[in-house]
């Protein structure tokens, strides 16, 4: 076994938190089936108690622990994408806290593709749940450093696993209806779930245009993309059209961190974070730009929208949707 993957295997046990890598961003990790260390991820993320946590398995025997009954379909998607980004939510089984899905009776579960994690939980011997290791709303984090730079060390056993090769989080897609939906665009798409289930599947939908806010209510919420504001740096962020920054930069008041996928002339004291122009390279490095922007004393973030489009249309709107939440006011 992997020396880190031991040590973080009795720092779960002793009953410590352990941050681990996967191929989306950062997990903060306890035992599933312990309510007391279930807690203290809620406690230490500050997160609100009806937001449900992502159940992380090593295989599908695990996930059968996981869940009420593993269904064919839920069998088909996994052969065919886990271990990797898509968490598959269905009826709980009775063995998992009813903290853990904020009191919903369906649970997330998904299985990560990273080694020293897959390594991790299958030495662990039991599910981890894994919410991004950052405080509540905002930033999650792609590299080890970003994890420590919030938890301390007492708190947090940081396994490190390098940068995260995705960059945003993974797609969950619900099996508890019909037809399935995407509660959270990702990096499978709404697309590829339907071709390999051969059936319609509804995709995610910003339910915010309502313009009700779910905020308020204590209802469970059904995906905490339901909050507005999240994946959000404390700077004030906003985004804009790449025409539109010139004028920004004309009008700002002190610093300007601009963040964009084609190289823009912004000037000193104003800075431009260039991210690459294909969705996958954008998506892997988006939360690392907004994290360096935002401990670069700026005094606005300027995120230049997106482009949209083929190839990886649904990519883009994956972080369409995560832009539009680190810019909401
Ligand atoms: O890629 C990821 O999913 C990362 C890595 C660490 O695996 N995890 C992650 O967890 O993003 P978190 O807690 O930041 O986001 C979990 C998302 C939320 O949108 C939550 O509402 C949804 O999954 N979710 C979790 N359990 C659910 C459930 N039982 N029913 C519906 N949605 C659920
Ligand atoms: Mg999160």
């Not at 969950?172 to 798409?189: C, K, M, N, Y």
């Not at 209510?217 to 740096?233: I, Q, V, W």
Request: charged letters at 20%; glycine letters at 8%; a neutral charge.
């Amino acid at each position: 076994m992997h020396a880190h993957v031991a040590e973080a295997v009795s720092a779960l046990q002793s009953g410590r938190l352990v941050a681990f890598p996967t191929e989306t961003v950062y997990g903060l990790g306890a035992d599933a089936f312990d309510a007391a260390a279930v807690q203290r991820v809620f406690d230490l993320k500050g997160r609100p108690a009806r937001n449900p946590l992502i159940v992380h398995v090593c295989d599908v025997a695990m996930a059968r622990d996981v869940v009420r009954d593993w269904t064919p379909e839920a069998d088909a998607l996994a052969k065919a994408l886990w271990p990797g980004p898509l968490s598959i939510v269905l009826p709980k089984a009775g063995r998992v806290p009813d903290l853990v899905t904020g009191g919903s009776p369906n649970v997330a579960v998904r299985c990560p593709d990273h080694a020293l994690t897959l390594e991790l939980i299958r030495a662990f011997g039991k599910p981890l749940v894994g919410p991004s290791a950052n405080p509540s709303g905002s930033i999650s984090p792609t590299t080890a450093d970003h994890v420590r730079g919030v938890f301390g060390d007492r708190e947090v056993y940081v396994l490190d696993g390098g940068a995260c090769r995705g960059g945003i989080e993974s797609t969950v897609l619900t099996l508890a209806e019909d037809p399935p939906r995407v509660l959270r665009p990702g990096l499978v798409s709404a697309e590829q779930i339907s071709s390999i289930l051969q059936r319609p599947v509804a995709d995610f939908v910003a339910r915010n245009s309502t313009g009700s806010n779910p905020a308020s209510t204590t209802a469970p919420l059904e995906s905490p993309g339901l909050l507005e504001r999240h994946y959000a740096p404390r700077t004030r962020a906003v985004m804009a059209r790449a025409d539109e920054v010139e004028g920004l930069v004309r009008r700002a008041v002190g610093r300007m961190v601009v963040i964009s996928h084609a190289p823009l002339k912004v000037g000193p004291p104003h800075e431009c974070i260039t991210l690459p122009a294909d969705a996958p390279g954008y998506a892997a490095s988006l939360y690392a730009a907004l994290q360096r922007a935002d401990t670069a004393g700026a005094g606005v973030i300027v995120v230049v929208k997106p482009p949209m489009g083929d190839p990886h249309k649904a990519l883009w709107a994956a972080i369409l949707d995560r832009v539009q939440r680190a810019t909401a006011q």
